[in-house]
């Protein structure tokens, strides 16, 4: 009887003695994948810009002119002279006829009543749009000082559109993209030696948008980014690094 009550405690003390080792076990990897979950934690987010200055090279400037009178015939005869003048001071300022077409024209007609509702006068209106298209930016800039003579040969102008817009940005695209991600991982190197761990693999990555504006944050003559041909490109690449001690 001793014999079996001293065999049963062997073996509720071995089963303690397990089960207190399997506890064990199991804190330490519990403990073990705790650290390692927080150590995969840790990561940075950083950015890295490119800017390019540039100069446009397209010019896009549309005159818009108007007539106004009570019949069709002499107020288009007008509008015509008006057209011709245009044209001819884009010929004076060194354009090509083939940078130089008619971009838009509209028609309406009015009708004024008097007080009794009666119809005492027919007006008509007639616009028109010239535009010129050129690579030549530079001259389009000095020609554009030139405008007042429009109005010494008659043009009542209705507005006068001048754009300048740089066509070359797929060219500088994966020189830029190179660029920011380099910069973006200079930082996260920064920061990991003042904090005493080092650069991982990224995580993620955003190349962000290019943009075109004003350079040196002014604005242009119009009044935008795309009114002075002298304009600043720029990315922004956000990515994220691991980080580890």
């Known amino acids: 009887m001793q014999t079996m009550i001293q065999g049963n405690r062997a073996i509720l003390l071995g089963s303690v003695g397990i089960f207190s080792a399997a506890l064990v076990a199991s804190g330490y990897l519990l403990g073990d994948g ?12 950083v950015r890295g810009v490119s800017e390019r200055d ?7 400037w549309t005159i818009s002119f108007s007539q106004e009178g009570p019949e069709l015939g002499a107020v288009n005869a007008r509008v015509e002279q008006q057209s011709a003048a245009v044209r001819r001071f884009f010929a004076t300022s060194g354009f ?3 940078d130089i077409s008619d971009s838009g024209v509209s028609f309406s007609r009015t009708h004024v009543n008097n007080d009794e509702g009666q119809r005492v006068e ?8 010239v535009q010129l298209r050129t690579a ?3 001259k389009v800039r000095s020609a ?3 405008l007042p003579a429009l109005l010494r040969d008659g043009v009542e102008l209705d507005g006068s559109n001048l754009s300048f817009n740089f066509t070359g940005l797929n060219q500088l695209k994966p020189e830029m993209i190179a ?10 190197e920064q920061f990991a030696r003042d904090s005493g761990a080092h650069v991982g693999s990224i995580r993620t990555a955003s190349q962000g948008y290019f943009s075109v504006g004003p350079r040196d944050g002014s604005e242009g003559e119009e009044g935008s980014a795309n009114g002075s041909p002298f ?6 690449t956000s990515v994220d690094y691991d980080i580890a001690v």
Do not use: P
């Not at 540039?54 to 896009?60: F, K, N």
């Not at 027919?122 to 749009?129: E, F, G, H, N, Y």
């Not at 920011?180 to 200079?186: D, H, L, M, N, P």
């Not at 304009?231 to 922004?236: F, I, T």
């Open 34 to 45: 705790l650290r390692r979950a927080k150590s995969a934690e840790r990561s940075i987010s």
């Open 54 to 60: 540039v100069t446009a090279d397209l010019a896009t």
């Open 96 to 98: 090509k006829s083939s």
């Open 122 to 129: 027919t007006r008509v209106t007639v616009t028109r749009s």
């Open 136 to 138: 030549e930016v530079m």
């Open 144 to 146: 554009q000082q030139r």
């Open 179 to 188: 660029e920011a991600t380099k910069r973006a991982r200079g930082s996260a």
């Open 231 to 236: 304009q600043k490109v720029r990315v922004v």
